[in-house]
């Protein structure tokens, strides 16, 4: 079954204690990225990348680390994680890029005290 | 500052009516928008998309109609159905920039 997986899917965290999001497609998609969801503010992009150790930074970036080692992985790492990111994250793939339709995981939602 | 917006964060039909979503943006350099749906506990998923050299894409009773010169895209549903309950984004993206950019989201409840 074509998936875009995501663990944990729950999470609560303490500040300053680094963490990582693991993301894995099986659809061979060029394309990953990262997404947190907020109230009235709807999706917006953290990282995506275009390619095997091609990454570039989203609308969000700040406190945020990602790698792409392999195509089929896409981490987010959280090096020292603070309140303000708690929230619901999604990573997300797609062919080419986010104008190609894009396959979301189901959500990881972190609380960090 | 959002490049995308959504005013509606809400909307109420009755079964069988029409559904207007709307959805505005501000930079002039998007040329593909799309609309992805999401339930509670679930990720979005893709519904329909349009790109900026097309006025309307349909795909069964849901339809896209793209205003380049207003910055303006709507999605109808017709009709509604109770399973068509949920939260609508509206996405837009430039051809030579990776990013995707969101707006907050229309919530839609169908009414039996």
């Known amino acids: 079954e074509a998936q875009v997986t995501q663990n944990p899917r729950y999470l609560i965290t303490v500040t300053g204690k680094k963490l990582t999001v693991t993301c894995s497609q099986n659809?061979?998609?060029?394309?990953m990225s990262w997404y947190r969801q907020d109230p009235g503010l709807g999706l917006r992009q953290i990282y995506y990348?275009?390619?095997?150790?091609?990454?570039d930074k989203g609308d969000v970036p700040e406190g945020y680390k990602v790698s792409r080692k392999e195509k089929r992985n896409f981490p987010l790492i959280l090096e020292s994680p603070s309140p303000n990111q708690t929230s619901l994250y999604f990573c997300?793939?797609?062919?080419?890029?986010?104008?190609?339709?894009?396959?979301f995981g189901p959500g990881t939602r972190l609380t960090v005290l | 500052d959002q490049q995308v917006k959504q005013n509606s964060p809400s909307l109420s039909v009755q079964e069988g009516r029409i559904s207007i979503l709307n959805c505005d943006y501000t930079?002039?350099?998007?040329?593909?928008f799309l609309w992805y749906k999401k339930y509670p506990a679930e990720g979005p998923t893709f519904l329909i998309s349009?790109?900026?050299?097309?006025d309307k894409n349909e795909d069964g009773r849901f339809t896209v109609f793209l205003n380049k010169s207003a910055k303006h895209l709507s999605l109808h549903i017709v009709p509604s159905q109770p399973g068509d309950s949920a939260v609508y984004f509206c996405?837009?993206?430039?051809?030579?920039?990776?990013?995707?950019?969101f707006g907050a989201g229309t919530t839609v409840t169908v009414r039996a």
């Open positions: 659809m061979n998609h060029e394309y």
């Open positions: 930079n002039s350099m998007f040329d593909y």
């Open positions: 996405a837009a993206s430039a051809t030579n920039d990776y990013k995707l950019s």
């Open positions: 990348s275009m390619n095997v150790e091609v990454t």
């Open positions: 349009i790109s900026s050299i097309k």
């Open positions: 997300a793939s797609s062919l080419e890029g986010g104008y190609n339709e894009q396959f």
